[in-house]
């Protein structure tokens, strides 16, 4: 983190320095190089602004060191095909979402770094993306109402989209879903909820869950 908001001052104030260049060479009546200094002050500029975009985003992602532990999930039905889940986040408040369908599934951007970035030696970041709840039916999938919760706020200057919208102007960054496999609902089902780098996963963690399980793979 250090290495990057020192790289995005860095580019920032030779970004200015090529600006002030270009504008004295031109006083001077230098075109030549005033362009150069133009063209150095754009390429300052956008270093500068990859620094600065990482630096958002390593700030408002979570770090992803090894398999981490995020929360629990609980359902309680209320009707049929109908259940209210408390979301249990590590050092978050408690959040209750109503969830219509037979199975859950919960999604987060992850961004894993490739050469050339890894010289910078940032960990894997990650941010939860939306819960949802889905059908087992093909055709109730279709036909009835879908429910899907985001469970985090833009971040500004988020390299997971820009890594999304433009990879070949970041080389360096991998940026993807993980998600946890579907898993069933059922009254009183408890799940635990965890972060790998290849993407979440989630397991049984009371009586309930374990035979919802059981029972929706055989």
């Known amino acids: 983190m250090n290495l990057l908001l020192t790289a995005s001052t860095v580019f920032t104030l030779i970004a200015l320095y090529f600006v002030?260049?270009?504008?004295?060479?031109?006083?001077?009546?230098?075109?030549?190089?005033?362009?150069?200094?133009?063209?150095?002050?754009?390429?300052?500029?956008?270093?500068?602004?990859?620094?600065?975009?990482?630096?958002?985003?390593?700030?408002?992602?979570?770090?992803?060191?090894?398999?981490?532990?995020i929360g629990?999930?609980?359902?309680?039905?209320?009707?049929?095909?109908?259940?209210?889940?408390?979301?249990?986040?590590?050092?978050?408040p408690d959040r209750i979402f109503e969830i219509q369908g037979d199975e859950w599934q919960m999604d987060a951007r992850v961004v894993i770094w490739k050469p050339p970035a890894?010289?910078?030696g940032l960990d894997p970041i990650y941010q939860l993306d939306r819960l949802s709840g889905r059908y087992s039916a093909v055709e109730e999938e279709l036909s009835k109402v879908r429910s899907v919760?985001?469970?985090?706020?833009?971040?500004?200057?988020?390299?997971?989209?820009?890594a999304r919208r433009y990879p070949k102007l970041?080389?360096?960054v991998d940026a993807h879903y993980g998600t946890a496999t579907y898993l069933p609902m059922a009254h009183d089902a408890i799940y635990e909820v965890k972060?790998?780098?290849?993407?979440?996963?989630?397991?049984?963690?009371?009586?309930?869950?374990?035979?919802?399980?059981?029972?929706?793979?055989?």
């Open 20 to 69: 002030f260049s270009m504008f004295r060479h031109a006083r001077r009546r230098r075109p030549v190089r005033a362009t150069r200094s133009l063209v150095g002050g754009a390429a300052s500029a956008c270093a500068g602004g990859a620094s600065i975009m990482l630096a958002f985003s390593y700030y408002g992602y979570g770090r992803l060191v090894d398999e981490q532990y």
């Open 72 to 92: 629990k999930i609980k359902f309680t039905e209320s009707a049929p095909e109908h259940y209210v889940a408390r979301l249990m986040l590590d050092e978050q």
């Open 118 to 120: 890894t010289l910078l």
């Open 149 to 162: 919760y985001a469970l985090s706020e833009p971040v500004p200057l988020d390299v997971w989209q820009f």
């Open 170 to 172: 970041l080389p360096g």
């Open 195 to 218: 972060m790998t780098r290849t993407g979440l996963i989630a397991r049984p963690l009371n009586e309930a869950a374990t035979e919802a399980v059981g029972n929706w793979t055989q």
